[in-house]
């Protein structure tokens, strides 16, 4: 049965709209649609999904355990806060935030699953000061990971929190620092904002390494113009603009640098910058379709190939956003075109965010950014599936396998001569099915209902005594129950 839309926005997410802040800001947001209602649940009034619009180029994919995790956003959103769904759009783990939400996905600590995202608060349009959570997969969150060291705590930006095998997080600052801004037409005695990476050891807070832009790379490499009013200290330059860290193949860190079209090979000893790709100090020379601008998401995949989102946008450079697969000789300094990532529509221009990310069967997801989308395609660059948010935008999009078993019981509503059922984050309900009877002591199972999206209805018989309602698996055992009237 199709799930109907909703026609209220929850008055929890109204709530929170006033609170949020500005980030990653662009001109195309300025012109976007109509607030678009998210869709509404008896069972959960307070939470507003948005409803989402599927367009298969190809066959729908069969069903594999993963899902699509998400973080939409924006004033004219009916969702602020963290998202899991399932190949149609459907909703499976609905979690407003009060703030803006910023790169969510499933990682692994220690061996197992987890959620993690960004919550904090944003000094500057673009930049963020706060933390990253980390949830299990009963949604109970476990740690917090944040800047240490000779940069003050809770100043983690929301560009990158990025877990390593070894128990640290890769994460990015911004810093306000003096200087000489008479390079790109400033004052002597400027400011600017510096990008920072550190690692951080999740487990005891200790910062293992720290790297800073102003020590590596200088302000004449920006392709970003000084606004007449920057450069102060109450706005500084953001010359560099760190978007995203990932480690390498031999276990140097790649950073991708939004405001210099450049990405970085780093030292993750001595942090010397061991080459350039792109921008004003290239070591590479870039073959035909390579060049980028305004880029996020630089990663080195397994067959050595290194991908990214090419924004291409703010201001306007290129026709599209796009996503690019490069090959990079590193003996010959050459870097060639290997796939490109083209969106549905011809002028989808990103004017900050997106990723690209490259999935375990070979195809690529793509985020949109700014733009409400986000898109799966082979390997070859063959479009699968496009999918609209609707409005607002949305940091990052990634998919994964994730198990979720709530620690809270089923949320349950009788209304109109039906129980509305719904729990949300839980994966593995198959399931529904009634208990009935005159006093639990006696009440007995009614027939299963097969799980009908996030909220399920089951029709009731009569006006029993005792009502409950059991979420099934597909073997039929209980995972977690609620009766009603307690």
């Known amino acids: 049965m199709r799930r109907p839309r909703g026609r209220l926005v929850g008055l929890l997410t109204l709530a929170c709209l006033g609170a949020l802040m500005t980030g990653c800001g662009s001109a195309d947001e300025a012109a976007a649609p109509p607030p678009v209602e998210g869709l509404t649940y008896l069972s959960r009034p307070d939470l507003t999904p948005p409803d989402l619009d599927v367009t298969w180029s190809v066959s729908?994919?069969?069903?594999?355990?993963?899902?699509?995790?998400?973080?939409?956003?924006?004033?004219?959103?009916?969702?602020?806060?963290?998202?899991?769904?399932?190949?149609?759009?459907?909703?499976?783990?609905?979690?407003?935030?009060?703030?803006r939400v910023y790169d969510v996905r499933v990682q692994e600590l220690d061996g197992e699953p987890v959620l993690t995202w960004w919550r904090g608060t944003s000094p500057s349009v673009g930049l963020g000061a706060g933390e990253f959570v980390v949830v299990d997969d009963s949604y109970r969150e476990i740690a917090t990971i944040t800047t240490g060291g000779d940069i003050d705590p809770g100043q983690a930006d929301f560009h990158e929190g990025r877990l390593t095998p070894a128990g640290t997080a890769l994460i990015t600052a911004y810093v306000k620092e003096p200087?000489?801004?008479?390079?790109?037409?400033?004052?002597?005695?400027?400011?600017?904002?510096?990008?920072?990476?550190?690692?951080?050891?999740?487990?005891?807070g200790e910062v293992l390494l720290t790297w800073r832009s102003l020590d590596h790379v200088p302000l004449?490499?920006?392709?970003?113009?000084?606004?007449?009013?920057?450069?102060?200290?109450?706005?500084?330059?953001?010359?560099?603009?760190?978007?995203?860290?990932?480690?390498?193949?031999?276990?140097?860190?790649?950073?991708?640098?939004?405001?210099?079209?450049?990405?970085?090979?780093?030292?993750?000893?001595t942090g010397e910058v061991q080459w350039t790709l792109g921008g004003e100090a290239s070591d590479f020379s870039l073959g035909a379709g390579v060049e980028f601008a305004w880029q996020h998401d630089a990663q080195r995949q397994a067959d050595g190939t290194l991908t990214l989102f090419d924004n291409q946008s703010e201001p306007d450079i290129g026709p599209t956003s796009r996503g690019l697969r490069l090959t990079l000789d590193e003996a010959t300094r050459t870097a060639t075109l290997v796939t490109e990532y083209l969106p549905p529509d011809p002028d989808r221009l990103a004017g900050s965010q997106g990723n690209l990310e490259q999935l375990p069967d070979g195809n690529v997801l793509i985020g949109w950014g700014s733009r409400p989308f986000y898109s799966e395609f082979t390997a070859d660059g063959t479009?699968?599936?496009?999918?609209?948010?609707?409005?607002?935008?949305?940091?990052?999009?990634?998919?994964?396998?994730?198990?979720?078993?709530?620690?809270?019981?089923?949320?349950?509503?009788?209304?109109?001569?039906?129980?509305?059922?719904?729990?949300?984050?839980?994966?593995?309900?198959?399931?529904?099915?009634?208990?009935?009877?005159?006093?639990?002591?006696?009440?007995?199972?009614?027939?299963?209902?097969?799980?009908?999206g996030f909220e399920t209805q089951l029709p009731v018989d009569g006006d029993p005594a005792y009502l409950a309602v059991e979420a099934l698996d597909a073997d039929g055992a209980v995972l977690g129950s609620t009766v009603l009237g307690d």
């Open 60 to 99: 729908p994919r069969t069903p594999d355990g993963t899902v699509v995790v998400l973080g939409p956003k924006g004033e004219d959103a009916p969702l602020t806060g963290a998202l899991l769904v399932d190949d149609a759009g459907e909703p499976i783990w609905v979690r407003p935030t009060e703030g």
């Open 179 to 204: 200087a000489d801004l008479t390079p790109v037409g400033g004052p002597a005695d400027g400011w600017v904002w510096e990008g920072v990476v550190q690692e951080v050891d999740v487990a005891t």
């Open 220 to 269: 004449e490499e920006t392709k970003s113009e000084l606004p007449e009013d920057g450069g102060t200290e109450e706005q500084p330059f953001d010359y560099f603009h760190v978007n995203s860290v990932a480690e390498d193949a031999d276990g140097s860190l790649l950073v991708s640098a939004r405001n210099t079209w450049a990405v970085y090979d780093i030292d993750r000893t």
């Open 383 to 452: 479009l699968l599936y496009d999918v609209a948010l609707g409005s607002g935008d949305n940091y990052r999009a990634s998919r994964a396998p994730w198990t979720g078993a709530p620690a809270d019981p089923p949320d349950a509503v009788l209304a109109d001569g039906s129980v509305h059922v719904s729990w949300n984050g839980a994966t593995e309900v198959a399931s529904w099915r009634l208990v009935t009877g005159d006093d639990e002591a006696s009440a007995t199972p009614g027939q299963p209902v097969a799980r009908d």
